[in-house]
């Protein structure tokens, strides 16, 4: 415990300043000692140091808890196979994750298979440490819902370990269905390579098929036929909720933040889609 602050602070105010000028050196001295031990304990002196740590503690429990839940997500269909660890792979590729960053996700993944995993003791960490920040926690949700659609089936019991991770992060089964409705559209769109044609031309070569364009109106969130208005609507939420910009200033870890621009990108390429299928400009 650190005294010396208020010692010195008290006596020296006591001097120049009577009882009023002790009271105002022990309250200094109190936070000087306070800064004092924080750096000590690896803070800094201001306390901006001490939210930093804590604002990179949670994005690396974050970070572990997405792959730890993938990893037990991949063991509720029973043995885990090649398949889903080529899933989890994928997913690392996408991110673009190499060397430390990988291995982390690996043990993660891991650590996720084992029999003794707290799947409820890691959903509750990540809900409290992102608390009042629902873009990130769909974030999350979202994560799980692409690693379960990745192989392009979703198994029974993925779809019920889906539904207990969204209520465990305060999202309701009608959220949930709704996303999973949207995560199916997204998987059919990146099949037909429209998100990847447009990422490398900045335009389409070929007229989508009706039941494509149908998927660009289901990965926005609205029904095939949506007026202009409503369609733009949605693709401002989406992207307002997407954005990987502000989903970094909000928390999300850095090793992660390129999957946010893809998902970015797909929701500009559904959107444009549309657009120029409707005329809109």
Known sequence: MQVWGKLLGAFFGFLLGGPFGLLLGLFLGHKFDKARTNVYRG??????????????????????????????????????????????????????????????????????????????????????????????LQFFLELQIQAAFADGVLHPSERQLLHVIARSLGFSSQQLEQRLHMQEAAFR??????????????????????????????????????????????????????????????GLPPEMREMAKQKAQELQAAYDLIRKENGVK
């Open 189 to 250: 769109f990146q099949q037909g390579g429209f998100n990847q044609q447009y990422q490398q031309q900045g335009a389409y070569r070929q007229p989508p098929t009706r039941d494509q364009l149908a998927d660009a109106y289901e990965l926005l969130g609205v029904t095939d036929g949506a007026s202009a208005q409503e369609v733009k609507r949605a693709y401002r939420k989406q992207m307002n909720e997407h954005h990987p910009d502000k989903l970094a200033a909000k």
């Open 43 to 136: 803070g800094g002196f201001s306390g901006f140091g001490s939210h930093q740590a804590n604002s990179a503690e949670r994005q690396a429990e974050f970070f572990y808890a997405g792959f730890a839940v993938m990893g037990h997500m991949a063991k509720s269909k029973g043995r885990v196979t090649e398949d889903e660890i080529r899933v989890a792979s994928a997913i690392m590729d996408r991110m673009g994750l190499h060397g430390e960053s990988r291995r982390q996700a690996q043990n993660a993944f891991r650590e996720g298979k084992d029999e003794g995993f707290l799947l409820d003791e890691t959903l509750s960490n990540v809900r409290r440490n992102y608390a009042g920040r629902a873009d990130l």
